[in-house]
């Protein structure tokens, strides 16, 4: 496995109920792709303030390769509530630095150096680093596994960004919830593996990876269907549990290993996440 793995998106401080905690799902996703050997990069942008200095200080710290981008709006935050079940909820400012990522010409060239990237929905709630995402994908070197990570949060998806978005990804990463979401909103019916194997037709994936929480997850190709339940764990949180499952499955994708292996192994990661505190 050669060639750099970008989580593209948002990185903030999710303000947990025991304080604070690095997070955003692309960065997550890089973080956990090079706990797992591969050569994760956070893309991002954070603001010229104390908590954009400590994000920068703390992926340091954890060996994540990042570029931030420092821009002239404030570090993201979100308010963060977790159930009784440790599952959480969100509250996401706007108008803050993941939403003014700048498309530069190093980030064209760290493009060019890309073995695959993952990029959400979320981040493309602001023309600017919707912007940004798009011309990064654009710049892709051919080959590059494109991995759409959904991640639909309170209000910010549009069905033109989640078109755009499945149009250009080789691979589709989405839970339960947001399944029941975009079934609907682009008219597709039928069981799991049906729901799966209708967007792998229509939009020309090579796998949708679908999480269902406690009820395990599934991985539908064109040829194969892989179910799998959970790994018994003590819960601690699920923050970032879904971003642990999608790094790990396209590291062992990239390796190539079997669409069980790898499966597997993101169930193992996944598991492994929710017995800590915090996305990373």
Same mark, same amino acid.
């Given at each position: 496995?050669?060639?750099?793995?970008?989580?593209?998106?948002?990185?903030?401080?999710?303000?947990?109920?025991?304080?604070?905690?690095?997070?955003?799902?692309?960065?997550?996703?890089?973080?956990?792709?090079?706990?797992?050997?591969?050569?994760?990069?956070? =893309?991002? @942008?954070?603001?010229? *303030?104390?908590? +954009? /200095?400590?994000?920068?200080?703390?992926? #340091?710290?954890?060996?994540?390769?990042?570029?931030?981008?420092?821009?002239?709006?404030?570090?993201?935050?979100?308010?963060?509530?977790?159930?009784?079940?440790?599952?959480?909820?969100?509250?996401?400012?706007?108008?803050?630095?993941?939403?003014?990522?700048?498309?530069?010409?190093?980030?064209?060239?760290?493009?060019?150096?890309?073995?695959?990237?993952?990029?959400?929905?979320?981040?493309?709630?602001?023309?600017?680093?919707?912007?940004?995402?798009?011309?990064?994908?654009?710049?892709?070197?051919?080959?590059?596994?494109?991995?759409?990570?959904?991640?639909?949060?309170?209000?910010?998806?549009?069905?033109?960004?989640?078109?755009?978005?499945?149009?250009?990804?080789?691979?589709?990463?989405?839970?339960?919830?947001?399944?029941? =979401?975009? @079934?609907?909103?682009? *008219?597709?019916? +039928? /069981?799991?593996?049906?729901?799966?194997? #209708?967007?792998?037709?229509?939009?020309?994936?090579?796998?949708?990876?679908?999480?269902?929480?406690?009820?395990?997850?599934?991985?539908?190709?064109?040829?194969?269907?892989?179910?799998?339940?959970?790994?018994?764990?003590?819960?601690?949180?699920?923050?970032?549990?879904?971003?642990?499952?999608?790094?790990?499955?396209?590291?062992?994708?990239?390796?190539?290993?079997?669409?069980?292996?790898?499966?597997?192994?993101?169930?193992?990661?996944?598991?492994?996440?929710?017995?800590?505190?915090?996305?990373?």
């Amino acid at each position: 496995m050669s060639g750099k793995i970008i989580g593209l998106g948002e990185i903030l401080w999710d303000m947990l109920p025991t304080g604070k905690a690095l997070g955003g799902a692309p960065a997550n996703f890089a973080y956990h792709v090079t706990r797992l050997g591969g050569a994760g990069v956070a =893309v991002s @942008a954070v603001g010229s *303030d104390p908590l +954009g /200095d400590e994000i920068v200080a703390l992926l #340091t710290q954890k060996g994540l390769t990042a570029h931030l981008e420092r821009v002239a709006h404030p570090t993201g935050t979100v308010a963060v509530t977790l159930d009784e079940r440790g599952v959480p909820s969100y509250e996401i400012c706007e108008g803050v630095a993941w939403d003014n990522i700048p498309y530069t010409p190093a980030l064209q060239s760290l493009a060019a150096e890309a073995a695959a990237v993952c990029f959400g929905s979320l981040a493309q709630r602001s023309e600017c680093s919707a912007v940004t995402i798009q011309s990064f994908l654009a710049a892709l070197p051919a080959g590059c596994l494109k991995v759409f990570d959904i991640n639909l949060r309170q209000h910010y998806y549009s069905r033109e960004v989640i078109e755009r978005s499945l149009q250009v990804a080789d691979i589709l990463k989405i839970n339960d919830e947001e399944m029941e =979401v975009v @079934a609907p909103m682009l *008219d597709i019916a +039928g /069981d799991d593996t049906e729901r799966c194997r #209708t967007l792998i037709d229509r939009y020309g994936l090579q796998a949708v990876v679908l999480t269902r929480g406690s009820k395990g997850s599934l991985v539908v190709t064109a040829t194969e269907a892989d179910e799998r339940g959970v790994v018994e764990v003590e819960v601690v949180d699920t923050v970032g549990a879904g971003d642990a499952f999608t790094a790990a499955f396209v590291v062992a994708w990239l390796r190539g290993d079997t669409v069980a292996a790898a499966h597997q192994l993101a169930t193992e990661s996944s598991a492994y996440a929710c017995t800590l505190k915090g996305a990373m």
